[in-house]
């Protein structure tokens, strides 16, 4: 065993699963299994909580085609609304037309299409098999949706233009459902990721994109009523999207849903598996493994108190797996560059405002997606220059009055920035509390207000 080795391999560890070269790192846990055996179709979680891990490792280990949205022409499917549904479900067709072309192509992809459907579908497309998500939503337009793969005629390009392209999706759905019918195949899962990536931040659109989630969600549901057992589609979605959904069948969709949530111990062990892998060695337990790859226990925390290492970083995350990953790849990159062979206490204080800055930019961009003005609300706390605050304080700052609007913004900015972890309540037993650790909790107007410590760590406020 060579540590310095395992400080290298940590230091080219990937913090998006997306990136990862290998599977190996991903470390099962029992809610895959109510994914994999359809119980469960929509995975809702934050940024780092695993969901692109979880469609990896599905994609990896099943029949399975993962459909990637980072950087999708969302403005496409706006095009095909069926205005005869009700808003939250006029973008129900367009979806799963979208779910079966993706299970058509690993179909043909496979050999498991009859032969003369996968030679229209070759014919109408062209290479089929290379088909991107993009380009099958761009030709519907020009061949009638895929109508014509099971027998009806394609129409002329003038007569391409006129057709109704609602009535276009429906027919296909209703034709390709019948054909997905009759063919015998094993299932396959249609993972559909990363759909927040890029267009979700266009407040323009914002209105729009929640009926087309709205819409993506029940499309879900239907495909596996009419084809259960044969097509399974699983969502991923970040849940500060999903907070932003209006519909009156939200309550239905809880019985669907799985939140990944993390214990400790759960961490400990994502780390264990890691740093063995890391080192090439099978460490016998955590503290084992954490004492190979970092040298001090305790670390001095605080004026009056020290903390274990590994509880120090714990401090400056919101208890996700990504980010301790991310610390300890930051504090393996300054050690192998200094030539050490492992993390000494000194790195711990130095690299903790790397980390922190990338901790805030995700703040940012999350509160960007809400209201637009994340640097507004960061500098606020800034300019307060105090780990604990108080509302009326933090209102003022933000440059809002007691006036109903201004204070009901006020509030909406206090609610949402203890939903991501920036604010906490620090109470009369000086104990602070995220709602990381009273998952479901809410802010509490009354009680003093704490930033979080990466936060504060990259404001220069500790």
């Excluded at 080795?5 to 029992?30: C, H, M, Q």
């Excluded at 179709?41 to 979880?54: L, P």
């Excluded at 927040?196 to 879900?220: C, H, I, P, T």
């Excluded at 192998?336 to 961009?365: C, H, L, N, P, W």
């Amino acid at each position: 065993m060579e540590p310095s080795l395992g400080i290298r391999n940590v230091s080219d560890w990937k913090v998006e699963a997306k990136n990862e070269t290998s599977i190996d790192y991903f470390v099962r846990f029992p809610l895959v299994d109510r994914l994999v055996d359809g119980s469960r179709c929509f995975v809702v979680g934050r940024r780092g909580t695993g969901k692109t891990a979880i469609a990896s490792y599905i994609d990896s280990k099943y029949r399975s085609s993962i459909v990637n949205f980072d950087s999708f022409p969302f403005q496409t499917l706006f095009k095909f609304k069926d205005e005869d549904l009700s808003s939250n479900s006029e973008y129900i067709s367009v979806w799963k037309n979208l779910i079966y072309h993706q299970t058509l192509k690993y179909l043909f992809q496979k050999k498991e299409l009859p032969s003369d459907v996968a030679a229209n579908l070759d014919s109408v497309f062209g290479d089929y098999s290379k088909l991107s998500t993009f380009d099958s939503v761009d030709k519907w337009k020009k061949f009638s949706f895929g109508v014509n793969i099971l027998g009806v005629d394609v129409k002329s390009s003038a007569e391409r233009e006129s057709t109704d392209k609602v009535i276009d999706i429906r027919r296909a759905n209703e034709n390709i459902e019948r054909l997905l019918s009759d063919t015998a195949f094993s299932p396959v899962f249609i993972l559909i990721d990363e759909i927040d990536e890029d267009f979700s931040s266009k407040l323009q659109y914002r209105e729009a994109f929640n009926r087309l989630m709205a819409g993506l969600l029940k499309a879900v549901q239907e495909v596996k009523t009419k084809l259960r057992n044969k097509i399974i589609p699983i969502v991923f979605l970040r849940e500060d999207i999903y907070w932003e959904l209006k519909d009156t069948s939200k309550s239905k969709w809880i019985d669907f849903i799985i939140k990944p949530e993390w214990k400790i111990e759960t961490i400990k062990q994502i780390v264990t598996h890691r740093l063995s892998l890391a080192y090439e060695y099978e460490f016998k337990d955590f503290q084992e493994a954490w004492k190979t790859f970092c040298a001090p226990e305790n670390i001095v925390f605080g004026s009056k108190r020290t903390l274990h290492s590994f509880s120090y970083v714990g401090q400056f995350t919101q208890g996700r797996p990504r980010e301790y990953i991310q610390f300890m790849k930051i504090l393996a990159e300054a050690a192998y560059q200094s030539g050490a062979s492992q993390i000494v206490g000194d790195d711990f204080k130095r690299e903790i405002f790397k980390f922190s800055q990338q901790m805030t930019t995700e703040y940012e961009s999350e509160i960007e997606f809400k209201f637009a003005h994340a640097e507004r609300v960061l500098t606020a706390i800034r300019e307060m220059r105090r780990m604990d605050i108080r509302y009326g304080d933090f209102r003022r700052e933000l440059g809002l009055q007691k006036a109903a609007r201004d204070e009901k913004e006020a509030i909406d900015i206090c609610h949402f920035l203890y939903k991501i972890g920036v604010f906490g309540h620090k109470y009369h037993s000086e104990k602070t509390v995220f709602i990381s650790d009273r998952l479901g909790s809410e802010f509490d107007m009354k009680a003093p207000i704490f930033v979080h410590r990466s936060v504060h760590s990259y404001l220069g406020l500790a």
